[in-house]
């Protein structure tokens, strides 16, 4: 289950994170796929995490939309981390305007999760 947070600078317009809400779980279920958690290209309700932030004007942020995916580390996916990452942002890039500085951060820590049935 990836876990995405995407922050925007103040003049990502309402659409263009519309667009992001809707095309980055299936974006990022593809570019994480491997065999310990394959994807099925048939989300469900709690199969990804994904929330928005604005960034503040305190902030040190010089990208339009900053992407930071976090999904637990098995070897398979760790090899070709930077491929992975490369992939969420050709595909972020295809659905954002094209004057939009976007960067990717994908991390595969080492985790575990928990949760009630």
């Known amino acids: 289950m990836p876990i995405i947070d995407v922050t925007c600078a ?3 317009s309402r659409g263009a994170k ?3 809400a809707r095309t ?17 290209g048939d989300l469900q309700g709690g ?5 928005f932030h604005d960034a503040s004007p305190i902030d040190l942020f010089d990208l339009d939309v900053l992407i930071e995916v ?3 580390w098995f070897a398979s996916r760790a090899g070709d981390r930077q491929r992975r990452a490369d ?8 659905v954002l305007p094209d004057d939009h500085h976007v960067g990717v951060y ?5 985790a575990a999760w928990a949760e009630p049935d």
């Open 10 to 12: 103040a003049r990502v």
């Open 18 to 20: 519309e667009e992001l």
């Open 24 to 40: 980055l779980p299936h974006s990022v279920s593809v570019a994480v796929e491997c065999p310990e958690e394959p994807y099925d």
């Open 47 to 51: 199969d990804v995490i994904l929330r």
């Open 70 to 72: 976090k999904s637990k």
């Open 87 to 94: 992939d969420i942002l050709r595909r972020t890039q295809d």
């Open 106 to 110: 994908l991390a595969l820590p080492v």
